[in-house]
Each structure stands twice: as C-alpha cells, then as structure tokens.
C-alpha cells in the first residue's frame, strides 16, 4: 500500500537481509506506535475520521461520543472542531482488527476495517437460535456444545436426507420451529419462521444454515421441497452460515417462502413436512 509508513535504517556492515528485516520490524512497530495515538480513551477501540477533538486537542471514538456531556480525558466541553491534521495521520495508518485478541492478525487501513471485520471469522458467534432470548456469544467450536446444553429441546436428524416435521401450523403470531441435520460431518440447523410480515399477512419462511464458517458453507447446496395433493414446491441454495444468520435473508426473502394459503395446500392436520436434502458441491 502506496501511503503506508515505512522507517528504514542502513547500518554499515550490514547484510542486506538483516536490513529487509529491521525495516520490516520497525514498519510494523512504527505503525503500532502510531495506531495507540487513536485509542479511544473510554472504549479503547480507535478513533477514526471524521475525527472531532475536545477544545484541548483529546479524541473520542464516534460511539462513545454521543453518549458524553464532556471530554473523559479533561472534563471540558466536547465542541465540533474537526482535528484535520489526525485524519491526514489516519490515511498512513495500519490498524489492528478489532478481534485481534481473538487470533486475527490482520491489520488494514481505516478504509478497509469495517468490511473486514463485518465477515472476520475470528468474530464471535452468536447462538444461531431463531429469537432473541439467547444473548450467548463464543467461538466456532463451542456452538454445538452451546445448543447441546441450553437448547435440549432441538432434535437432530442423521443422514442427508430428512424430513422436518413442524408441528400445529396454525398456532396463532410469530412462531419458529428448528431442528438439527447432521451429515457429512458437519451440523446444519433448519429453521421455519412463521411471522407478520406485511400487515394482516402471515408468511412462512424456510432455511438451512450451516454451523460453520461462510468459506465452509460455500461447500454445500440444500434443497427444501413440500409435496402433497399432486403438487410440488421447491427451494435450492446455498445454506447461509451462522456467522451471517438467517434474519437479513428472511427480510430479502431468500429463502423458501409461502403463505399460510399454500401452507395448508401441503399440511396435514396442522403438520407440515418439508423434505431437506444436503449435498456437496
């Protein structure tokens, strides 16, 4: 990257090599040193542009901003004044991941960090759980043992091909119903949401989401289909991964959909079987 800070130091006697490293390391120092400059003095994330200073010259992050009556470093007032001289810093500055603590060892111009660290795979989890009941947040690996613990009640089926059973459609409001398949060494959850999402109108929506990362889920493709009364409705894709959850695909509809109306064309007294099958592409 063209605008990076370099420090470079020639010593006499030297071997090239020995130099290529010392400049190395000291790039990677000077940097570090730099980025502490915009540590955010209540969070300790980093402050970065538009960067606004306290009449005396001191940061605050963005989002720690609008919940201060006065500077936390010297207790005077915030104001609006706009440090230009720290945002023409910023531009030359590697930061950290934020979940460097977490084993990334990324580091990236302030441009570049929020995307990253919206798909970082070193984020943590949340419990893929449909709902917002369950605040718990881990690694990868501790998800499984997660649902195993606090959500007994979740059935898990063997094999790569299923049949999801959701039980008593008919019950009134939002309800979701979720169940576990397991094969080719991996968990999926598959989640049916039955919510409001137009007024007066009930919708179902169907979903597979791998209990893995998005690289892994690239690795797989699932088919939701429903059978009944001489017809057929079917859904294919690749299944989200836990990571990125199954709300935002619910909102763009990407997923399988169907109204209460073609729900009942399949169901049978207020059960509804959907097949799902799971296959490696």
Not at 126 to 139: L, M, R, T, V
Request: charged share 15%; with cysteine.
């Amino acid at each position: 990257m063209s605008n990076q800070i370099v420090l470079s130091t020639k010593r006499r006697g030297l071997p090239s090599t020995s130099s290529s490293s010392a400049t190395a390391t000291n790039t990677t120092t000077v940097s570090a040193d730099l980025a502490s400059l915009f540590e955010c003095p209540v969070c300790f994330d980093y402050v970065l542009p538009p960067i606004l200073q306290c009449q005396s010259g001191h940061l605050v992050c963005s989002n720690c901003r609008p919940k201060l009556t006065c500077c936390p470093t010297c207790r005077g007032p915030l104001g609006n004044i706009r440090n230009l001289a720290m945002e023409k810093v910023a531009i030359t500055v590697m930061f950290p991941c934020k979940y460097s603590t977490s084993g990334c060892a990324v580091s990236l111009l302030h441009t570049e960090k929020g995307e990253h660290e919206e798909t970082c795979e070193f984020r943590p989890y949340s419990c893929p759980c449909p709902g917002a009941s369950c605040k718990w947040q881990g690694s990868l690996e501790q998800v499984m043992p997660h649902l195993m613990m606090s959500h007994k009640s979740i059935t898990t089926l063997q094999g790569e091909d299923i049949v999801f059973l959701a039980t008593d459609i008919n019950l009134p409001g939002a309800v979701d119903w979720v169940m576990m398949q397991s094969c080719f060494g991996h968990h999926f959850m598959l989640v049916l949401e039955k919510q409001e999402k137009f007024d007066g109108h009930q919708q179902f929506f169907a979903i597979v989401q791998l209990i893995g990362s998005r690289k892994q889920a690239e690795n797989f493709a699932y088919r939701l289909e429903l059978n009944g009364q001489r017809r057929r409705l079917t859904w294919e894709a690749t299944p989200r991964s836990i990571h990125e959850g199954v709300s935002s695909a619910i909102m763009n509809s990407d997923c399988l959909v169907f109204d209460t109306s073609i729900a009942q064309l399949f169901a049978d007294n207020g059960n509804l079987g959907i097949n799902v099958t799971i296959s490696m592409v």
